[in-house]
Nanobody, 120 residues
Framework: QVQLVESGGGLVQAGGSLRLSCAVS????????VGWFRQARGKEREFVAI??????VYAESVKGRFTISEDNAKNTVNLQMNNLNPEDTAVYYC???????????????WGQGTQVTVSS
């Protein structure tokens, strides 16, 4: 079993930055694919970024602005979010799975989510 806990969300002005962290526990960190997803109010949960070792994948909407990274020693996955805009406002979730996929249904374990709000 895998446990995921997100942190780092908050309120930021448009153009600002936030750094989200996902603490992973319960199994060997390196054996899991970890992804970030987000769900805006009234919308479906959508893919943001995925990392597995050195391989990363980003959604078109965040590519060039967000950077996903992992620290195996600390069992954490981070999401650096730069040049934020109001469209980035959502609850951000950390998820773990066993294969590189961009669909939420492919992930077995999920964190509780952390709210990110971007104001104008």
């Amino acid at each position: 079993q895998v446990q995921l806990v997100e942190s780092g969300g908050g309120l930021v002005q448009a153009g600002g930055s936030l750094r989200l962290s996902c603490a992973v526990s319960g199994r060997t960190f390196g054996s899991s694919v970890v992804g970030w997803f987000r769900q805006a109010r009234g919308k479906e949960r959508e893919f943001v970024a995925i990392i597995r070792w050195k391989y990363t994948v980003y959604a078109e909407s965040v590519k060039g602005r967000f950077t996903i990274s992992e620290d195996n020693a600390k069992n954490t996955v981070n999401l650096q979010m730069n040049n934020l805009n109001p469209e980035d406002t959502a609850v951000y979730y950390c998820a773990a799975g066993t294969a590189i996929q961009t669909t939420p249904a492919a992930y077995t374990y999920w964190g509780q989510g952390t709210q990110v709000t971007v104001s104008s």
